[in-house]
């Protein structure tokens, strides 16, 4: 199974917004709500941001939302901030019971 | 607060056999409201997931990895474990272990242990 496709990086100014795609297959997810993306600053490990492809946990400020159009989940940071600047990954259910990271995107705050 | 800590062997030779222990902290391994996985990350490059687990015993795997990979739990000792045999430079990554947050192996990882990196080299 391949990883899902993420673009290697976006920018932003601070107060701006980005979205980040995901892209994987019909047999992925474009078949499952079950794509939840990931934080992850230097040296760190990943945080929960989204999960459900749309569902915030407790605790992740509500600039971060999640969306999905066929095959393709986004993540979307309004008011950006100096803060955000880290890596994302998406991840999604390829079956009932197997899992498959993206390639992860690298986001500069400018 | 629940807390997961790795622990085992930071450098393995080639050929042999990757051996590493998450440890749960402020939670019960054995709550059937969770399950357990292990995930790696190369250095400089994305997340892979490698295994989960299920305090029944239950496990699933990653199919390209699943032919040398074992992930085993020890309910008495609040841990699971992970071994990876016939390791290459390849296998080189920071090991992570992490809560799946509901009982499916389909839930999101939360949270995080802070990783172990493992280094293969002769």
């Known amino acids: 199974q391949s990883a899902l496709t993420q673009p290697a990086s976006v920018s932003g100014s601070p107060g701006q917004s980005i979205t980040i795609s995901c892209t994987g297959t019909?047999?992925?997810?474009?078949?499952?709500?079950?794509v939840s993306w990931y934080q992850q600053h230097a040296d760190k490990a990943p945080k929960l941001m989204i999960s459900?492809?749309?569902k915030r946990p407790s605790g992740v400020s509500n600039r971060f939302s999640g969306s999905k159009s066929g095959n393709t989940a986004s993540l979307t940071i309004s008011g950006l901030q100096a803060e955000d600047e880290a890596d994302y990954y998406c991840?999604?259910?390829?079956?009932?019971?197997?899992?498959?990271f993206g390639g992860g995107t690298k986001l500069t705050v400018l | 607060q629940l807390q997961l800590q790795e622990s085992g062997p930071g450098l393995v030779k080639p050929s042999e056999t990757l051996s590493l222990t998450c440890t749960v902290s402020g939670g019960s391994i054995s709550s059937s409201t969770y399950y357990w996985g292990w995930i790696r990350q190369p250095p400089g490059k994305g997340l892979e997931w490698i295994a989960t687990?299920?305090?029944?015993?239950?496990?699933y795997y990653n199919p390209p990895l699943k032919s040398r990979v074992t992930i085993s739990i020890e309910t008495s000792k609040n841990q699971f474990s992970l071994k990876m045999s016939s390791v290459t430079a390849a296998d080189t990554a920071v090991y992570f272990c992490?809560?799946?947050?509901?009982?499916?192996?389909?839930?999101?990882?939360?949270?995080w242990g802070q990783g172990t990196l493992v280094t293969v080299s002769s």
């Open positions: 991840c999604s259910s390829t079956s009932s019971t197997t899992l498959v």
């Open positions: 459900e492809v749309s």
């Open positions: 992490a809560r799946h947050s509901c009982s499916s192996v389909n839930c999101p990882f939360d949270p």
């Open positions: 687990i299920y305090f029944s015993g239950s496990t």
């Open positions: 019909s047999s992925d997810v474009g078949s499952y709500n079950l």
